[in-house]
């Protein structure tokens, strides 16, 4: 069974930083591209970025380029999100995924971000 099980997330004032951390089983975790998806307070899903398999390659959306960093140990089977410079607008609940955009997307359960002064 595919598990993602994310952490580290909380509140925090404008400006700081944060890292995520997503741990994975019931799958080849270094064999896949992963996700970093956010949802908003009465907003939709965000794509935040990605990174792939062998963590050589990462892509972000413009929102969070140059602020968040997805890296990934596959040792351990996890994916990270650093999260510098954060902004109220990046208030969250921030979930990864393995298979975004396929036919059997699978999350965790979510991590909550708040970000305010």
């Known amino acids: 069974e595919v598990q993602l099980v994310e952490s580290g997330g909380g509140l925090v004032q404008p400006g700081v930083s944060l890292r995520l951390s997503c741990a994975a089983s019931?799958?080849?975790?270094?064999?896949?591209?992963m996700y970093w998806v956010r949802q908003a307070p009465l907003e939709g899903l965000e794509w935040v970025g990605r990174?792939?398999?062998?963590?050589?390659?990462?892509e972000y959306a413009d929102s969070v380029k140059g602020r968040f960093t997805i890296s990934r140990d596959n040792a351990k089977n996890t994916v990270y999100l650093q999260m510098t410079s954060l902004k109220p607008e990046d208030t969250a609940v921030y979930y990864c995924?393995?298979?975004?955009?396929?036919?059997?997307?699978?999350r965790g359960q979510g991590t909550q971000v708040t970000v305010s002064s």
């Open positions: 990174i792939h398999g062998d963590g050589r390659h990462s």
């Open positions: 995924y393995v298979g975004w955009g396929g036919r059997h997307p699978v």
């Open positions: 019931g799958f080849a975790f270094s064999e896949e591209w």
